[in-house]
């Protein structure tokens, strides 16, 4: 194994931008007191509950947790494809809500959303061309078909489908789920955008793609200033692709933990966080033999519409202390060097 | 794993193609329809046109002369055979082309607009549905002494859209929830792009297989009208030969057979072609019956 | 350059609970071609271990999972090899010459399979309960009282942590997919089988169901002793629930050794490769190497090696010669490390791939 291990002090500084504060100016995509509901027949389920999050130009924000804790829903708000029950989103500091229909075309080109699977998002009938120039044609940003192919060559190119001539007239089910999913990502590009966000993109990857994925990605972050919302459970892929940004981990609709990414991934701090870290598979059989795990007194998410009272994860923390835990709701604040929501280790 | 999943054909032609020669059934149908098609329409130009009444050979037998015999006028049964399948066919192809035009339209946009407009849209349809077919061409053929083929078929083709309709817009509602929709939609690249270039598209094979047999019902519908009187012609067509056949009691004497049956035939044979083609084609360009 | 003991021609192992000898597993595609998925794949499983199949989708691991118990879509069939299998009675079976009612009692009594999809493998209008009495029903001889079979069905939902009063009335839908996955494992272990095949078990998982899982299935292989063979792509799957792993590539073994073997001394550049591309989430921060392409189609292979053409140390003769699966070091019971690569030698002596 060849070791390429870079020290964490030779890594470019987290510097200001990627601290969390919200309340700077320069996000270009901000979620403020966002909660989304959810109406169903056993009651309404709050998804989101009260979330702030920024997005800045060229960083990384990566949104970590288990499935049901409200990532996808919240970068569903942030895409402008649900409207928050309650709460803000804003980009380039005007409010989606409040937009005109020229601001909101502009909003929904310049904010990107990339799924999951590359075999649903692609149009099974539609070839590579088709798909990724549909916009650029749309929105006339190119004058003729020449134009359009030359054009779609060079995003093709620039996400690594090289050469870009043997795929342009290939249909979906021709290509393999790792280049399906750089069409995908072409076809966001098309569109120049300022945000991508990124919704477990590289989660139905081999993990022999999933890192190239992520270098092209990397490539569009800091080679175009792309900012990203990455959304993803593994938080090996958080690590890599947000080293330079920040992490926020999400718990049953609310922030539980957000910092750099450093911070949160190498020395976790919230209970619920040192339960992810240490539950991650290692490729390293002895240290997956001599790691420290983090025993969860229950190993199943409480149900959404019958909460706990006090703080969400206490039924299931190791640190659970009696008094203020079941009863009161912690609040997320500065704690240490990170925003922490934690009645135990919060605050110190 | 990738092994058990087949790749589909290159696009709609491509997996129609696959679907009526794969498998035996598929491409006796083909076959079927093709010969009923080239009887009718290569037919007429072998054949002596003019057919002349020949009062000496009424309900004459079959011979070299007449394959078929003669019917009640004298007439060669076998030409009639051939200049009569033109008529009914055309009006069933056109027919099925003004339903399945009218339907995927309405159907997609009440199915991806919904809303208001598609509530009205559905209250025209449960009106359309309630017209009594029979009635209404009772009342126009009273109205029109003559209707031309065209006529007909715009006629069929407006009353019998809804069914197709209805199914159509509940495919679109599930087609509207797939990603690739929703990726258009954050694009940006306007409704009826969507609609048109995005997701029916998808349906095309389910729209293929609706327009053969949209055209086998309007066949039996044109045929049953020429039956029940309902439509005057004087033009030679299938329907109307047994029509005829029955008006002059040909069902009484065994001589008249051919030309009672010969029709019959005819349709019966376009008709199991065209359904025996559907149903291999439906395998092939249906994803959920084609992975068994 | 000796050959791996477990080569095709070897007899069967003296106390092997599976012998896999030279099996090829290929599917029909049309009415006269077939493609072959697996190719001479040859190991010797011993009572109470435990091996990962790794590598990329596609390479074959879940089709030779499947073709170890004959559980192939229909259009697929073990086409050469043998499959021997050692039953609790002391004799040796070939799984491929089972008849139809021998193999079904062979299945779960034996060796019994966890799927993929955890709720494919339920029928959905049936509740836990009816799959657990089915299962009994079905596999074991003799007929035993309801209560009886009952309540060992609840123990069983107790050994994998599950409640039993609250799952066995469930449907299956109304669980969560970790309690599925679990459910299903309970159910595999309910006729007590010497070996479980495991396929991608957490694949779809939460991560810390997937711990919660992990654990249990060490934990449960100390009590029971059942062997298991797992298949996934998640390394860390195979670090840490395997005694031994077996790479896949192209249908083929290519590389084969304990755990420590791969992940510490990989000898083929293409086990190395797959480490590498897993971004660690402990330490500083490593840039994991990325490994471009993806494997040749089964039906196109290359004449040589088949990794060759993404080999970033192949030379001209990778692509001419096929190389064979050598044993580098020899171990008893299966343990041996061997790996398929002309230059596995070059390369440890170029530091490449580390011993």
Same mark, same amino acid.
């Given at each position: 194994?060849?070791?390429?291990?870079?020290?964490?002090?030779?890594?470019?500084?987290?510097?200001?931008?990627?601290?969390?504060?919200?309340?700077?100016?320069?996000?270009?995509?901000?979620?403020?007191?966002?909660?989304?509901?959810?109406?169903?027949?056993?009651?309404?389920?709050?998804?989101?509950?009260?979330?702030?999050?920024?997005?800045?130009?060229?960083?990384?924000?990566?949104?970590?947790?288990?499935?049901?804790?409200?990532?996808?829903?919240?970068?569903?708000?942030?895409?402008?494809?649900?409207?928050?029950?309650?709460?803000?989103?804003?980009?380039?500091?005007?409010?989606?809500?409040?937009?005109?229909?020229?601001?909101?075309?502009?909003?929904?080109?310049?904010?990107?959303?990339?799924?999951?699977?590359?075999?649903?998002?692609?149009?099974?009938?539609?070839?590579?061309?088709?798909?990724?120039?549909?916009?650029?044609?749309?929105?006339?940003?190119?004058?003729?078909?020449?134009?359009?192919?030359?054009?779609?060559?060079?995003?093709?190119?620039?996400?690594?489908?090289?050469?870009?001539?043997?795929?342009?007239?290939?249909?979906?089910?021709?290509?393999?789920?790792?280049?399906?999913?750089?069409?995908?990502?072409?076809?966001?590009?098309?569109?120049?955008?300022?945000?991508?966000?990124?919704?477990?993109?590289?989660?139905?990857?081999?993990?022999?793609?999933?890192?190239?994925?992520?270098?092209?990605?990397?490539?569009?972050?800091?080679?175009?200033?792309?900012?990203?919302?990455?959304?993803?459970?593994?938080?090996?892929?958080?690590?890599?692709?947000?080293?330079?940004?920040?992490?926020?981990?999400?718990?049953?609709?609310?922030?539980?933990?957000?910092?750099?990414?450093?911070?949160?991934?190498?020395?976790?701090?919230?209970?619920?966080?040192?339960?992810?870290?240490?539950?991650?598979?290692?490729?390293?059989?002895?240290?997956?033999?001599?790691?420290?795990?983090?025993?969860?007194?229950?190993?199943?998410?409480?149900?959404?519409?019958?909460?706990?009272?006090?703080?969400?994860?206490?039924?299931?923390?190791?640190?659970?202390?009696?008094?203020?835990?079941?009863?009161?709701?912690?609040?997320?604040?500065?704690?240490?060097?990170?925003?922490?929501?934690?009645?135990?280790?919060?605050?110190? | 794993?990738?092994?058990?999943?087949?790749?589909?054909?290159?696009?709609?032609?491509?997996?129609?193609?696959?679907?009526?020669?794969?498998?035996?059934?598929?491409?006796?149908?083909?076959?079927?329809?093709?010969?009923?098609?080239?009887?009718?329409?290569?037919?007429?130009?072998?054949?002596?046109?003019?057919?002349?009444?020949?009062?000496?050979?009424?309900?004459?037998?079959?011979?070299?002369?007449?394959?078929?015999?003669?019917?009640?006028?004298?007439?060669?049964?076998?030409?009639?055979?051939?200049?009569?399948?033109?008529?009914?066919?055309?009006?069933?192809?056109?027919?099925?082309?003004?339903?399945?035009?009218?339907?995927?339209?309405?159907?997609?946009?009440?199915?991806?607009?919904?809303?208001?407009?598609?509530?009205?849209?559905?209250?025209?349809?449960?009106?359309?549905?309630?017209?009594?077919?029979?009635?209404?061409?009772?009342?126009?053929?009273?109205?029109?002494?003559?209707?031309?083929?065209?006529?007909?078929?715009?006629?069929?083709?407006?009353?019998?859209?809804?069914?197709?309709?209805?199914?159509?817009?509940?495919?679109?509602?599930?087609?509207?929830?797939?990603?690739?929709?929703?990726?258009?939609?954050?694009?940006?690249?306007?409704?009826?792009?969507?609609?048109?270039?995005?997701?029916?598209?998808?349906?095309?094979?389910?729209?293929?297989?609706?327009?053969?047999?949209?055209?086998?019902?309007?066949?039996?519908?044109?045929?049953?009208?020429?039956?029940?009187?309902?439509?005057?012609?004087?033009?030679?067509?299938?329907?109307?030969?047994?029509?005829?056949?029955?008006?002059?009691?040909?069902?009484?004497?065994?001589?008249?057979?051919?030309?009672?049956?010969?029709?019959?035939?005819?349709?019966?044979?376009?008709?199991?072609?065209?359904?025996?083609?559907?149903?291999?084609?439906?395998?092939?360009?249906?994803?959920?019956?084609?992975?068994? | 350059?000796?050959?791996?003991?477990?080569?095709?021609?070897?007899?069967?192992?003296?106390?092997?609970?599976?012998?896999?000898?030279?099996?090829?597993?290929?599917?029909?595609?049309?009415?006269?071609?077939?493609?072959?998925?697996?190719?001479?794949?040859?190991?010797?499983?011993?009572?109470?271990?435990?091996?990962?199949?790794?590598?990329?989708?596609?390479?074959?691991?879940?089709?030779?999972?499947?073709?170890?118990?004959?559980?192939?879509?229909?259009?697929?069939?073990?086409?050469?090899?043998?499959?021997?299998?050692?039953?609790?009675?002391?004799?040796?079976?070939?799984?491929?010459?089972?008849?139809?009612?021998?193999?079904?009692?062979?299945?779960?009594?034996?060796?019994?399979?966890?799927?993929?999809?955890?709720?494919?493998? *339920?029928?959905?209008?049936?509740?836990?309960?009816?799959?657990?009495?089915?299962?009994?029903?079905?596999?074991?001889?003799?007929?035993?009282?309801?209560?009886?079979?009952?309540?060992?069905?609840?123990?069983?939902?107790?050994?994998?942590?599950?409640?039993?009063?609250?799952?066995?009335?469930? *449907?299956?839908?109304?669980?969560?997919?970790?309690?599925?996955?679990?459910?299903?494992?309970?159910?595999?272990?309910?006729? !007590?089988?010497?070996?479980?095949?495991?396929? !991608?078990?957490?694949?779809?998982?939460?991560?810390?169901?997937?711990?919660?899982?992990?654990?249990?299935?060490? !934990?449960?292989?100390?009590?029971?002793? *059942?062997?298991?063979?797992?298949?996934?792509?998640?390394?860390?799957?195979?670090?840490?629930?395997?005694?031994?792993?077996?790479?896949?590539?192209?249908?083929?073994?290519?590389?084969?050794?304990?755990?420590?073997?791969?992940?510490?001394?990989?000898?083929?550049?293409?086990?190395?490769?797959?480490?590498?591309?897993?971004?660690?989430?402990?330490?500083?921060?490593?840039?994991?190497?990325?490994?471009?392409?993806?494997?040749?189609?089964?039906?196109?292979?290359?004449?040589?090696?088949? *990794?060759?053409?993404?080999?970033?140390?192949?030379?001209?003769?990778?692509?001419?010669?096929?190389?064979?699966?050598?044993?580098?070091?020899?171990?008893?019971?299966?343990?041996?490390?061997?790996?398929?690569?002309?230059?596995?030698?070059?390369?440890?002596?170029?530091?490449?791939?580390?011993?």
């Amino acid at each position: 194994m060849i070791d390429r291990t870079v020290p964490a002090d030779q890594q470019p500084a987290p510097g200001p931008p990627s601290a969390p504060d919200p309340g700077t100016g320069d996000a270009v995509l901000s979620l403020r007191g966002v909660h989304q509901v959810f109406p169903t027949p056993r009651g309404d389920v709050s998804a989101v509950s009260g979330i702030d999050l920024d997005v800045r130009p060229g960083r990384v924000l990566c949104l970590v947790g288990e499935s049901g804790c409200g990532k996808t829903t919240s970068a569903r708000v942030a895409a402008g494809l649900a409207a928050p029950t309650r709460g803000s989103v804003s980009f380039r500091s005007g409010d989606v809500a409040a937009m005109d229909g020229k601001e909101r075309a502009r909003f929904r080109r310049s904010v990107q959303y990339i799924h999951q699977d590359p075999y649903a998002s692609l149009n099974p009938v539609r070839t590579v061309y088709s798909t990724v120039s549909a916009g650029l044609r749309r929105h006339k940003l190119v004058r003729d078909r020449r134009e359009a192919r030359r054009a779609t060559a060079e995003l093709l190119e620039r996400v690594d489908l090289t050469p870009a001539g043997d795929y342009l007239d290939k249909y979906p089910h021709q290509m393999s789920g790792g280049q399906r999913q750089r069409v995908a990502i072409a076809r966001a590009l098309a569109m120049e955008p300022e945000v991508i966000i990124a919704d477990e993109s590289t989660s139905m990857l081999d993990v022999s793609i999933r890192v190239s994925l992520l270098n092209t990605l990397g490539g569009l972050r800091d080679e175009l200033g792309v900012g990203f919302l990455f959304i993803t459970h593994d938080l090996a892929v958080a690590k890599y692709f947000a080293w330079d940004g920040e992490i926020a981990v999400m718990y049953l609709g609310r922030i539980v933990e957000h910092g750099s990414t450093p911070r949160v991934v190498n020395d976790p701090r919230h209970p619920y966080t040192r339960a992810l870290v240490s539950a991650v598979c290692e490729p390293d059989p002895d240290l997956a033999r001599t790691r420290d795990r983090v025993r969860l007194r229950g190993a199943d998410i409480p149900d959404l519409t019958d909460l706990p009272p006090g703080c969400d994860f206490h039924p299931r923390c190791p640190l659970y202390e009696q008094g203020d835990c079941d009863t009161v709701r912690p609040p997320l604040v500065p704690g240490h060097d990170r925003l922490l929501a934690c009645h135990v280790v919060g605050g110190g | 794993m990738t092994a058990t999943t087949t790749a589909p054909a290159a696009g709609v032609w491509g997996a129609i193609w696959q679907g009526v020669t794969r498998s035996t059934s598929g491409f006796v149908g083909l076959c079927l329809v093709l010969s009923v098609l080239a009887f009718s329409f290569v037919g007429p130009f072998l054949v002596d046109s003019h057919n002349p009444t020949d009062v000496t050979s009424i309900w004459g037998p079959i011979s070299a002369e007449h394959w078929l015999g003669t019917n009640h006028e004298g007439k060669d049964t076998f030409v009639q055979l051939v200049l009569g399948g033109r008529e009914p066919i055309w009006v069933g192809f056109v027919a099925a082309l003004i339903t399945v035009a009218i339907a995927v339209v309405l159907g997609g946009v009440a199915g991806y607009v919904r809303g208001r407009v598609d509530h009205f849209l559905l209250q025209v349809t449960d009106i359309t549905m309630t017209i009594p077919f029979i009635v209404l061409m009772l009342v126009i053929a009273s109205f029109y002494r003559t209707a031309s083929p065209l006529t007909v078929s715009l006629i069929i083709g407006l009353v019998t859209w809804p069914y197709l309709m209805r199914s159509i817009r509940a495919q679109v509602l599930t087609l509207k929830e797939r990603e690739f929709v929703e990726a258009a939609r954050i694009q940006d690249l306007g409704t009826a792009r969507i609609l048109f270039v995005e997701v029916l598209p998808n349906m095309a094979g389910y729209v293929f297989i609706n327009f053969i047999i949209a055209v086998t019902n309007a066949i039996y519908a044109v045929v049953g009208m020429y039956l029940l009187g309902l439509l005057p012609s004087t033009a030679d067509n299938w329907g109307l030969m047994i029509q005829q056949a029955w008006d002059n009691n040909a069902f009484l004497l065994p001589r008249a057979a051919p030309f009672l049956i010969a029709p019959m035939v005819m349709i019966m044979l376009f008709q199991i072609g065209l359904v025996t083609m559907t149903r291999s084609l439906e395998q092939a360009l249906n994803p959920r019956l084609r992975d068994r | 350059m000796s050959h791996v003991t477990d080569h095709p021609a070897a007899p069967p192992a003296e106390r092997a609970l599976l012998s896999v000898r030279g099996v090829d597993v290929g599917y029909r595609t049309g009415r006269r071609s077939r493609v072959t998925a697996v190719r001479d794949v040859s190991f010797d499983l011993y009572p109470g271990q435990s091996m990962a199949l790794v590598g990329e989708s596609g390479c074959g691991k879940t089709t030779l999972g499947l073709g170890l118990l004959r559980l192939l879509p229909r259009n697929g069939v073990v086409s050469a090899g043998e499959i021997l299998f050692r039953r609790k009675d002391g004799r040796l079976v070939d799984v491929r010459s089972l008849a139809r009612e021998e193999l079904r009692r062979f299945r779960w009594s034996e060796a019994a399979m966890v799927f993929q999809g955890a709720m494919n493998a *339920f029928n959905p209008v049936l509740r836990v309960r009816d799959h657990f009495l089915d299962t009994f029903r079905a596999h074991a001889g003799g007929r035993r009282p309801r209560a009886q079979l009952l309540e060992h069905s609840a123990e069983l939902l107790r050994m994998v942590r599950l409640d039993p009063v609250r799952v066995l009335d469930s *449907f299956p839908h109304e669980l969560s997919g970790g309690m599925r996955q679990r459910t299903l494992i309970a159910l595999a272990l309910a006729l !007590e089988p010497q070996l479980l095949i495991l396929d !991608e078990p957490t694949t779809a998982l939460d991560i810390l169901t997937q711990r919660s899982i992990v654990e249990r299935l060490a !934990e449960l292989r100390e009590e029971l002793r *059942f062997a298991m063979v797992f298949i996934t792509h998640d390394l860390g799957l195979a670090a840490e629930l395997a005694d031994r792993v077996g790479t896949m590539y192209a249908g083929r073994m290519v590389e084969t050794g304990t755990t420590r073997d791969i992940f510490h001394r990989a000898r083929h550049p293409y086990t190395s490769a797959l480490i590498n591309s897993v971004p660690p989430v402990t330490g500083d921060l490593r840039i994991p190497e990325s490994l471009p392409g993806g494997p040749p189609g089964i039906g196109a292979l290359p004449p040589g090696c088949s *990794f060759a053409p993404r080999c970033a140390h192949a030379v001209d003769r990778c692509a001419s010669t096929r190389p064979a699966l050598d044993v580098l070091r020899t171990r008893p019971e299966g343990m041996s490390h061997a790996a398929a690569c002309l230059r596995s030698h070059e390369l440890f002596a170029e530091g490449v791939t580390r011993d």
